[in-house]
C-alpha cells in the first residue's frame, strides 16, 4: 500500500511538472526591459535591443511587441513626435507612438495611410477613448495627453519578400483569459509595413518634455502578455513544482527510513529468537540432560544391585528425585516457550505455581503476597527467563539452607518498577565471609542475571536473623494499565 502511495505521488509530481513547463513553452519571451526610459529631442535615438532578436526580409512568422508609454508631451497644446520604432541598421521601419503629422496616436513609416492623416505612412490608432472632433461628433481615435499612461501592444506577422501584415491594439484587455481574438473591433488597427529590424529604438523630437517608456517586451504569443493570476504564475508553479518534489523526496525518505527501521526490527528479532533458540537448547542440555543421565545411571544401578532391596531402596528414591527435577525441568522449558506466557501476569502466575509446588511437600511454608491487578506488559523472552531464574535460585536456596518455617514472596509494582522481595526466618549467613570462602556462587549468578535485565539485586543476611534478598527492574514503557 505505501508503495502505491509513493508511486502515486511521484505520478502526480511528473504530471504536475509536465504541466508547468507546457504553460512556460507555450509563449516565449524572447526580449523584455522594464525600464522606465525618459527620451526627449533625442533625434534618431539609440538601439536598445542590443542584438537579442533580429528579422528579415526571408523570414515568416509572427512576433507580439509591447510597451507603455506616459508622455510628458501633450499634444494638444504642442507639435512634437516620439515613439517605439524598428530600425534596420540605420534604416527606419515602422514605428508606433505619435507621428509629428499625425492626429492622433499613430503608427507611421507604414505602406497604407489613415483616413485623417495627411502624410503617406502615417495612420491614426483606434482607441476606446474617443476624441470629441466636433461637438456630438467623436473620433475612433484618441490624442496623446500629459499624464495618460497607455499600453500599446502590436503584432507583426511577417511574409517573405513582401510587407508585413501589422496589427495593433490600443489599450489591449490582459486580464486573465483574455485572447489576441477577444481583443475589441473598436481597440484594433490593422496596417501593412516594412518591419524587418534588428534594432528597437525609442524617439522623441519637437516641443515637449518627451515621453517615457516602460514595460517593454517582444514574444511570439500574444498570451504572453496577459497578466495572470499568483497561482499561474510560472515562479508560483515554479515553487509549489519544487514544494512538491520535496514533498515526494521526503516522502520517498520517510518510507524508506520505514522500511529500513523494519528491516532492523525484523534482524533484531531473528537474532532474538537465534538467542533464545540457543538458550532453550542449553537449558535441554544443562538441566533435562543432566536430570535424565542421572536417571539413566540409577537405572542402571538398580539393575547391578536388584539383590540388595537396602540400596534398591535408595537409587530408587534419588530416581524418583530425579524424575521430578526433569519433570520440573521440563515444564519451565514449556512455559519459557510458549505464547500465553510472555506477559507479567504470566510470568508472576508462573512464580506462584513454582513456589507452590516447591514447597508443597516442605516443612517450610511459603506465604505470598502478589499484586490483585497488573498491567498489560509483554515481557522480551530473556527478560522474563532471567527474573525467574533468579526467583529460582533464591527460593531453592531457602529450601536447601535456610531451613526456617516461612519464607515471604512478595511482588510489588510501583509505575514503571517490578520489585520481588524473597525473605526468610531462617539461620541466615554472613555474606561476605561466605563470597570470600567461595561459597554461594549461585548469588554471584543471580547478580549476573539481575544486571542482565537492567535490574538491581540487593542481599542482606545475618546469622540467626534469616536472609532477604530484593530485585528490582524497570518494565518496558509500552505498558498500559489492565
Known amino acids: 500500500m505505501k508503495s502505491f502511495r509513493l508511486r502515486f505521488l511521484t505520478v502526480i509530481a511528473l504530471i504536475f511538472l509536465t504541466v508547468l513547463f507546457s504553460q512556460t513553452a507555450r509563449a516565449v519571451v524572447l526580449w523584455s526591459l522594464p525600464g522606465p526610459i525618459t527620451v526627449h529631442e533625442n533625434g534618431a535615438g539609440t538601439d536598445i535591443l542590443n542584438g537579442a532578436v533580429k528579422r528579415t526580409i526571408?523570414?515568416?512568422?509572427?512576433l507580439y511587441f509591447k510597451f507603455r508609454v506616459n508622455p510628458l508631451s501633450d499634444v494638444a497644446k504642442e507639435e512634437y513626435y516620439a515613439g517605439f520604432q524598428l530600425f534596420e541598421g540605420d534604416e527606419e521601419r515602422l514605428g508606433v507612438g505619435n507621428s509629428l503629422k499625425a492626429w492622433a496616436y499613430s503608427a507611421f513609416n507604414t505602406e497604407d495611410t489613415g483616413e485623417y492623416n495627411k502624410v503617406f505612412g502615417d495612420f491614426d490608432l483606434r482607441s476606446a477613448n474617443p476624441e470629441s472632433y466636433a461637438p456630438g461628433t467623436f473620433l475612433a481615435y484618441?490624442?496623446?495627453?500629459?499624464?495618460?499612461?497607455?499600453?500599446?501592444?502590436?503584432?507583426?506577422?511577417?511574409?517573405?519578400?513582401?510587407?508585413?501584415?501589422?496589427?495593433?491594439?490600443?489599450?489591449?484587455?490582459?486580464?486573465?483569459?483574455?485572447?489576441?481574438?477577444?481583443?475589441?473591433?473598436?481597440?484594433?488597427?490593422?496596417?501593412r509595413a516594412k518591419a524587418t529590424f534588428n534594432q528597437i529604438r525609442l524617439r522623441h523630437g519637437g516641443n515637449g518634455e518627451g515621453w517615457t517608456f516602460?514595460?517593454?517586451?517582444?514574444?511570439?504569443?500574444?498570451?504572453?502578455?496577459?497578466?495572470?493570476?499568483?497561482?499561474?504564475?510560472?515562479?508560483?508553479?515554479?515553487?509549489?513544482?519544487?514544494?512538491?518534489?520535496?514533498?515526494v523526496g521526503t516522502t520517498v525518505r520517510v518510507v524508506e527510513r520505514k522500511k529500513f527501521r523494519l528491516q532492523l526490527q525484523r534482524a533484531e528479532q531473528q537474532h532474538a529468537l537465534?538467542?533464545?533458540r540457543g538458550r532453550i537448547a542449553m537449558d535441554l542440555h544443562d538441566e533435562l540432560g543432566s536430570s535424565l543421565t542421572q536417571i539413566?545411571?540409577?537405572?542402571?544401578?538398580?539393575?547391578?544391585?536388584k539383590d540388595s532391596p537396602a540400596q534398591v531402596e535408595i537409587h530408587a528414591t534419588k530416581l524418583a528425585?530425579?524424575?521430578?527435577?526433569?519433570?520440573?525441568?521440563?515444564?519451565?522449558?514449556?512455559?519459557?516457550?510458549?505464547?500465553?506466557s510472555d506477559t507479567l501476569q504470566g510470568l508472576l502466575d508462573y512464580i506462584a505455581h513454582f513456589a507452590n509446588e516447591l514447597f508443597a511437600n516442605n516443612s517450610t511454608r511459603c506465604r505470598q503476597d502478589l499484586p490483585a491487578s497488573?498491567?498489560?506488559c509483554a515481557l522480551p523472552p530473556d527478560v522474563r527467563h532471567n527474573i525467574f531464574l533468579i526467583v529460582k535460585e533464591a527460593l531453592n536456596?531457602?529450601?536447601?539452607?535456610?531451613?526456617?518455617?516461612?519464607?515471604?514472596?512478595?511482588?510489588?509494582?510501583?509505575?514503571?518498577?517490578?520489585?520481588?522481595?524473597?525473605?526468610?526466618?531462617?539461620?541466615?549467613?554472613?555474606?561476605?565471609?561466605?563470597?570470600?570462602?567461595?561459597?554461594?556462587s549461585g548469588l554471584e549468578n543471580m547478580r549476573q542475571r539481575a544486571a542482565a535485565v537492567g535490574g538491581q539485586l540487593s542481599l542482606t543476611s545475618e546469622p540467626g536473623k534469616g536472609t532477604r534478598v530484593e530485585l528490582s527492574v524497570n518494565l518496558p514503557v509500552e505498558s498500559n494499565p489492565a
Open 296 to 305: 539413566s545411571l540409577l537405572g542402571g544401578l538398580l539393575r547391578a544391585e
Open 321 to 340: 528425585e530425579a524424575a521430578d527435577e526433569s519433570v520440573r525441568a521440563l515444564e519451565e522449558i514449556v512455559w519459557a516457550v510458549r505464547p500465553g
Open 374 to 376: 497488573l498491567p498489560t
Open 214 to 247: 516602460s514595460d517593454m517586451a517582444v514574444a511570439t504569443t500574444f498570451e504572453d502578455f496577459i497578466v495572470r493570476p499568483v497561482w499561474q504564475q510560472g515562479w508560483f508553479l515554479f515553487g509549489i513544482a519544487i514544494v512538491l518534489l520535496i514533498a
Open 397 to 440: 536456596n531457602v529450601l536447601k539452607h535456610a531451613g526456617g518455617s516461612v519464607v515471604n514472596l512478595q511482588v510489588q509494582l510501583d509505575g514503571q518498577k517490578l520489585k520481588i522481595v524473597i525473605a526468610d526466618d531462617g539461620k541466615g549467613f554472613a555474606p561476605d565471609t561466605t563470597m570470600a570462602n567461595g561459597g554461594h
Open 58 to 62: 526571408k523570414d515568416s512568422g509572427a
Open 142 to 191: 484618441e490624442l496623446p495627453r500629459q499624464g495618460i499612461t497607455r499600453t500599446i501592444i502590436f503584432k507583426v506577422q511577417f511574409i517573405p519578400n513582401s510587407d508585413a501584415l501589422v496589427t495593433v491594439w490600443m489599450e489591449p484587455d490582459l486580464t486573465p483569459g483574455a485572447t489576441e481574438d477577444s481583443q475589441l473591433t473598436l481597440l484594433t488597427t490593422q496596417v
Open 274 to 276: 537465534e538467542r533464545e
